[in-house]
Structure formats: C-alpha cells, structure tokens
C-alpha cells in the first residue's frame, strides 16, 4: 500500500470541504468537552460523598419552650432528659456505633447562629432559649447512623433526631441532575457530530467518485479504497478531540483548582491527575466515533 498516496488523498479530501471538516472540529470539541465535564461532575460527587459523609453527624434537638406540644407535650427538656440521652450514647449497646459525641446548650448553639447569619436582619429576633440545645453524634460508620437515629426518635424530652446525611443527599442529587442534563446534551452533540462526519464523507466521496472508479477498474481493494476516507473523518475528531481534553484539563488547574479549591478549602475537589486520566478516554471515544461513522458512510453511500 501507498501511504503517500493515501495521505495525499486526505490532504486532499481535508481542503476540499474545508468549512464541514472545520464544523465537525467544533462539533467534536463542544460535546466531548460536555462529556468530560459531565465525568468530572461525577468524581466530584464522589469525592465529595467520601469526604463529607465522614464528616456527617446525628443531631439530638431536644425541646425548647417553643417547640411543638405534639413533639414537647412537656416543654423544656430537663437536665434529667440530658443525662439520660448521655448515658444512652455512653451505653455498651450504643458504644459500637458512636465514635464521639458533645453537647451544645443554647448559648453555644445562639452564638454559633449569630456566626452564621450575622449581617442578616433575621439574627435580631432571636433568642438563645428559642434555640435547641443538641447533642451533636459522629458515627463510627455513617452508613449505620440509622441505629442512632431510631433510638433517640420518640424519646421523651427529644424533640426530633435528624441525620444530616438527609441534607447532603438533597445536594448530591442536584449535582447527579446536572450531570445527567451534561451527558444529555453531550449525547445529542456527539450524534450531531456523527451525522456531520457522515455528510463530510459522502460529499468527500462523491467528488472524487471518478478516482475511486479508476482505483476499482485497477483492482484496488475495498480497504485501500475506504482508508483515506476513514481517515479524513478520523483526523478531524482528532483534532476536537485534544481540543476537548486540553479545555478539560484547563478547567480542573484553573476553575477548579486555581479558584474553587483556594475559595472553599473546607472541600476536597478533583486533581490535574482526574483530568489527565480523562483526557485520553475522550481522544479515545472521539477517534471510535470518527471511524466507525466515516466507514458506516462510505460503505452505505458508494458501491465499493
């Protein structure tokens, strides 16, 4: 086989449809970026799930002078009901699942609520007493924080017991949504980009039909004949390929990392290594893609 024919002929091919080869770079590029982000999406929800479920703890509010009559038809929990909830946590059938636990009375809990809405006119209208006062439990395996959970549910003097991995899945299910909407919107992309190198292909071809004739009346084979044009589509997935890991890449060391990772360092967030590893699996996908689509064009469209 004549590779310098072959690569003429793609040459060729590339400057003849300058403005398709051109929109399946961009179209390639646009939805493989889509799909990159969509899988860093994903390893952050995982990250984030590691991270912050360990950190996740069982709150204990117990009743206040304000809380509901049906939850506190007693009122204020008494130091009895504190020393009682404290023994449960302390209690050999507890011990297994608690791996520490505090107190916050109400001036801690009042002080902590002025940290956090400070500035807001909402902060002027309460009162330490209207606030619970909680006992704050981390578990050994938050995937066990039911155990706590249903211990402490219905006790006298508790007014609710939340698991605050109830607050965290609300958030990760947000996220999943928007990872979904990316890969769906990179899927609809991707079969644009598809049907764009198929089109590319088949014009590629009909204006050259004279040549593929003249290679078939010289005993040519199907595979010589189709290679150039498989490789023409090839080529330009290629190119918006790189361009979608470089854009991937870019996006973790200077989005990610540069601003989102020094904004909030509370929060662990995807490394250069999860784009690095990411980005050949799109040139990957991109190159499949191509191949499979100029082939399935030129083996439909022409008679080989």
Request: glycine share 8%.
């Amino acid at each position: 086989m004549r590779f310098g024919f072959v690569l003429s002929e793609i040459g060729q091919g590339l400057r003849r449809n300058v403005s398709m080869v051109v929109s399946i770079i961009l179209v390639t590029f646009l939805s493989l970026t889509f799909v990159g982000t969509a899988g860093l999406l994903q390893a952050q929800i995982g990250q984030m799930k590691n991270y912050w479920y360990d950190r996740a703890q069982v709150a204990i509010y117990l009743c206040t002078e304000t809380s509901p009559g049906d939850a506190c038809p007693q009122g204020e929990a008494s130091a009895d009901v504190k020393s009682t909830v404290e023994a449960s946590l302390k209690d050999e059938a507890l011990a297994a699942f608690v791996d520490k636990f505090y107190f916050e009375d109400h001036q801690a809990a009042f002080d902590k609520f002025q940290e956090q809405f400070a500035g807001n006119s909402v902060a002027k209208y309460v009162k330490a007493e209207q606030l619970n006062e909680t006992f704050w439990v981390k578990v050994k395996d938050p995937e066990k924080s039911a155990v706590i959970v249903e211990s402490f549910t219905g006790v006298a003097g508790v007014e609710e017991v939340r698991d605050q991995r109830s607050y965290l899945d609300q958030i990760f299910n947000i996220l999943n949504a928007a990872s979904i909407a990316a890969v769906g919107i990179a899927s609809i992309m991707l079969a644009s980009s598809v049907l764009l190198i198929s089109t590319t292909i088949r014009l590629s071809a009909f204006s050259r039909r004279r040549e593929i004739g003249i290679m078939r009346l010289v005993g040519a084979s199907n595979f010589y004949i189709q290679l150039p044009f498989i490789l023409e589509g090839v080529v330009a997935a290629t190119v918006g390929s790189l361009l979608a890991g470089g854009a991937v890449i870019a996006i973790v060391q200077f989005f990610v990392q540069g601003y989102l990772a020094t904004s909030m360092p509370l929060t662990s967030f995807v490394g250069l290594e999860d784009a690095l590893l990411l980005a050949p699996g799109l040139l990957l996908a991109g190159v499949v893609l191509a191949a499979i689509a100029s082939g399935f064009a030129i083996r439909r469209y022409l008679k080989i």
